[in-house]
């Protein structure tokens, strides 16, 4: 299973710990309050049934308490098959942000030059949108952070709905889009992408919630939601397609002898830090087109090429921004990505089985990875 390493979850337990007293200090909360919220920010999403057995105080309190932390705007809930559940998202939410299952990181401001300077990422979507929007296009792009693909894709398309659900970004990204030569054409919500009604259907959907493996963002619910809601039958999405690759590895968690085994993204480490020891096995592929599932769950087979000490996987996505163009990873647009699992040890020609678990969206800590 991944995450192993009992330093780990001490570490994750100290940090939900952290911000529960966070709260407290600055709320006053304390007794019942107290209890409720740790308790959701630990098994978060949970229903009230949960939060009962395992405060352990009757449902009228749970209640009260429930009421009290949902008008603190410390807590939010949402309906799944008739049950109320609640949860807490305190690492990513922000005020105006309406926090729900998939919620997918936030890409705070600051960090959105960055995504401007990653060639590999601009070059590759305005030669995607240059080709594929046309004069008289009406088109979408969901997540649209800083305008930037909206104003490429205005440069032909009739109509543009730029949909942002950061406030911050939306009212900043407001005002490139008011100073371009395109703001006339290009219409900003501030408003979650998965709950917006058009009056006219999108004939190109852009959505750039991408990220590796679909493990962190929201790609795959937003465009399910435009697939079904807001495109045309016969739309074009960019990207196009999603692949991903697994591959078994032997990575270095080493550090000034202590073994710290933590995932990463490849391209934001500092130093040569993995040997391989299968191909890549490709293990999944989406098309944007359609409706896809949420969630993954199977076998992944690798033949080992060389004899050696596996301790994680490598999962690279290769992503079809359009009919025959594919963008490798980069630091800005998914870079490879280390995955922690338990040890063992690979000869060449044996086949290792990966079992592997993957909730589009709902983050890292929800992977579940093992090979044997």
């Avoid at 690979?346 to 579940?368: C, F, H, P, S």
Wanted: some cysteine.
């Amino acid at each position: 299973m991944f995450f192993e390493d009992p330093h780990v979850t001490e570490s994750g337990e100290s940090y939900k710990n952290n911000i529960v007293t966070f709260f407290s200090s600055l709320l006053g909360l304390d007794g019942l309050d107290y209890k409720v919220l740790k308790q959701i920010i630990s098994d978060s999403p949970v229903t009230k049934k949960e939060l009962i057995r395992n405060v352990c105080v009757g449902e009228g309190e749970i209640e009260r308490s429930l009421k009290d932390l949902t008008e603190k705007k410390l807590i939010d809930s949402f309906v799944k098959n008739g049950v109320e559940l609640f949860f807490v998202n305190s690492s990513q939410s922000r005020p105006g942000i309406k926090n729900r299952v998939f919620n997918g990181p936030n890409i705070p401001l600051i960090q959105h030059f960055d995504l401007l300077c990653d060639e590999n990422r601009m070059k590759s979507f305005f030669e995607a949108i240059d080709a594929v929007v046309k004069p008289g296009d009406v088109v979408l792009d969901l997540g649209s952070g800083s305008g930037i693909l909206s104003m490429l894709a205005a440069r032909k398309a009739r109509k543009v709905i730029a949909v942002e659900l950061d406030p911050q970004i939306a009212e900043t990204s407001r005002i490139f889009i008011k100073n371009s030569d395109y703001g006339d054409k290009i219409t900003l919500l501030n408003a979650d992408a998965r709950d917006i009604k058009l009056n006219e259907k999108a004939d190109v959907v852009i959505c750039e919630m991408l990220d590796t493996g679909l493990i962190e963002e929201s790609q795959v619910e937003v465009m399910n939601y435009a697939v079904e809601n807001l495109a045309k039958n016969d739309f074009i999405p960019i990207p196009l397609k999603a692949k991903s690759y697994l591959q078994l590895i032997q990575a270095n968690f080493s550090f000034y002898g202590e073994m710290i085994s933590l995932p990463y993204f490849e391209d934001k480490n500092t130093r040569e830090n993995y040997e391989a020891l299968s191909d890549p096995v490709e293990y999944d592929n989406l098309d944007f087109r359609y409706t896809n599932g949420t969630s993954i769950n199977k076998e992944v087979f690798m033949r080992a090429n060389k004899n050696g000490n596996f301790n994680a996987v490598r999962i690279t996505t290769v992503i079809e921004l359009m009919e025959g163009m594919e963008v490798f990873g980069s630091p800005w647009l998914n870079p490879p990505l280390i995955i922690p699992v338990r040890p063992g040890v690979a000869k060449v020609n044996d086949t290792m089985k990966a079992r592997i678990e993957i909730n589009y969206g709902q983050g890292v800590e929800k992977l579940k990875m093992e090979v044997v």
